[in-house]
Nanobody, 122 residues
Framework: VQLQASGGGLVQSGGSLRLSCKPS????????VGWFRQAPGKEREAVSC????????YYLDSVKGRFTMTRDSTQNTAYLQMNDLRPEDTAVYYC????????????????WGQGTQVTVSS
């Protein structure tokens, strides 16, 4: 049982990236999925999460209007579309899943991916 995060890379300020989160060994439909990021020397923070039914979503204030999280049941995958990227978005991005609840709290998530690096140059 694991999650695979992908899609990171190096982009210029104002650019876009789409991150993907695909599980192996379980159906993501039943889980709240979250995207988190951790920059060097900083704590891991929740960027966005979406409940299993997609009725509840959370976005970090600094990404509202720029990032959009979606999920595709047919692909068993969750996505984070990141537009208008800024240097301060630079971090390792992780996807995670929790079975019960839809909290953005790091401690509530059971399964974690390995992380994908996002670097935004100015």
């Amino acid at each position: 049982v694991q999650l695979q995060a992908s899609g990171g890379g190096l982009v210029q300020s104002g650019g876009s990236l789409r991150l993907s989160c695909k599980p192996s060994g379980f159906n993501l439909d039943y889980y709240t999925v979250g995207w988190f990021r951790q920059a060097p020397g900083k704590e891991r923070e929740a960027v966005s999460c979406i409940s299993s039914s997609s009725t509840n979503t959370y976005y970090l204030d600094s990404v509202k209007g720029r990032f959009t999280m979606t999920r595709d049941s047919t692909q068993n995958t969750a996505y984070l579309q990141m537009n208008d990227l800024r240097p301060e978005d630079t971090a390792v991005y992780y996807c995670a899943a929790q079975l019960i609840g839809s909290s953005p709290s790091v401690g509530q998530y059971t399964y974690w991916g390995q992380g994908t690096q996002v670097t935004v140059s100015s």
